[in-house]
């Protein structure tokens, strides 16, 4: 039995949605909640507080999602946004360098490659590794609790030794793994996720979290209206002073319509304990690559369920065409970088797994 009730989401009669990597079905009460946002914001100043206070009501379960304090959390538009502005506010010198994965996201190494940051290339599936290769000059680890290219799982306590032994920053992008699994964001300096993934969100709002007990002295290089401390009118003639909490992430105003969206995500969430969502999900992986390995199709996901995520990754030169014959049988998997990503949450079941192996099967072959 699926442990998500599919008719809570608005995917297509017949369909086996199997893309949670990718972009994850509507919940029907997201149209109610976007609806609620269209009368708020149309109903003039109270409207407008309604639309304020649905913001800080956010931070605060997202808080609780993420087992942090509620000024630890703020909102950005994106991980790539979070991430640059992070890199933004450092005081990089010559001959600082970054540790990332070779197969890390863009979101997380972009920022840094165009500010000119040295980046030292260290597979985080080796920890040791990581520690060999960070130096006094190290100022950062930068790594996604789960990989998008393989939904390998990274062990982040062996990765915050490794920062730590150099005194560097330990920053996660959980956007791979929130959602389906317990989050412990305090590992990290800093942490970002997209909301649109496992967390049944809309594109619009990321979440950016701020250790403020690990970097109490943070702040951001540039500012706006929403992150500063003002009374009606700011003095700029004088210092202005940024906001104390992580709402210094929001320069300008927050995505109030995405914000409203995730708050019925989280009511679905809330229902469901996430060790039992985990344990859903990465049953189906096992199921999967079970089934992989005995048609002999290989996969480059790692088999140990400690060591890999809620997706089931199959490299393949034609990943487009066979992801575009799958789904006319039936079956939404996601593709792109040269691999076939097939990926859980919780409306799918066991039931699944055989059509999405003749779909596969037969897609491979056309």
């Not at 809570?8 to 990597?21: E, K, N, Q, W």
């Not at 994850?24 to 009460?29: D, E, I, K, R, S």
């Not at 300096?189 to 496992?198: E, N, P, Q, R």
């Not at 040269?338 to 799918?348: L, W």
């Amino acid at each position: 039995m699926p442990l998500f009730d599919p008719a809570d989401f608005l995917i297509p009669a017949g369909l086996v949605h199997v893309c949670a990597a990718g972009e994850t079905p509507v919940l029907h009460a997201q149209a109610m909640a976007l609806s609620r946002h269209a009368l708020d914001k149309s109903t003039g100043p109270a409207g407008r507080a309604k639309l304020d206070a649905e913001v800080e009501r956010l931070r605060a379960r997202l808080a609780a999602f993420w087992s942090v304090e509620t000024g630890d959390i703020g909102l950005v538009a994106s991980v790539a946004e979070g991430m640059s502005l992070l890199v933004e506010s450092l005081d990089w010198r010559p001959g600082d360098n970054v540790l990332v994965d070779r197969n890390e996201y863009a979101s997380v190494v972009a920022p840094l490659s165009l500010r000119g940051v040295e980046l030292r290339f260290v597979p985080m599936a080796e920890p040791e590794a990581v520690a060999a290769a960070a130096d006094a000059r190290t100022r950062m680890v930068a790594v996604s609790a789960v990989s998008y290219l393989d939904a390998r799982r990274h062990d982040l306590a062996a990765l915050r030794a490794a920062a730590d032994g150099v005194g560097a920053l330990l920053v996660v992008d959980f956007t791979q793994a929130s959602g389906w699994m317990p989050i412990e964001a305090s590992i990290a300096d800093f942490a970002f996720s997209a909301c649109y993934k496992w967390m049944l969100g809309i594109t619009g709002t990321a979440i950016a979290y701020w250790n403020r007990a690990r970097q109490p002295g943070w702040a951001p290089a540039t500012a706006g209206w929403y992150s500063i401390v003002t009374g009606p009118r700011p003095d700029y003639a004088a210092k202005l002073a940024l906001r104390p909490d992580a709402g210094r992430f929001t320069r300008g105003n927050p995505a109030h319509a995405p914000c409203y969206a995730l708050h019925a995500a989280l009511d679905h969430h809330e229902r469901y304990d996430r060790a039992a969502v985990q344990a859903h999900v990465q049953a189906l992986t096992v199921a999967l690559l079970a089934r992989l390995d005995a048609a002999g199709i290989p996969s480059i996901t790692p088999p140990d369920p400690r060591r890999h995520g809620a997706s089931v990754c199959i490299a393949h030169e034609r990943a487009s065409r066979v992801v575009e014959g799958m789904a006319a049988r039936g079956v939404l998997a996601w593709n792109g970088r040269g691999r076939i990503r097939i990926s859980f949450h919780g409306y799918n079941t066991l039931s699944q797994i055989d059509p999405i192996m003749c779909a596969l099967t037969a897609a491979l072959s056309d």
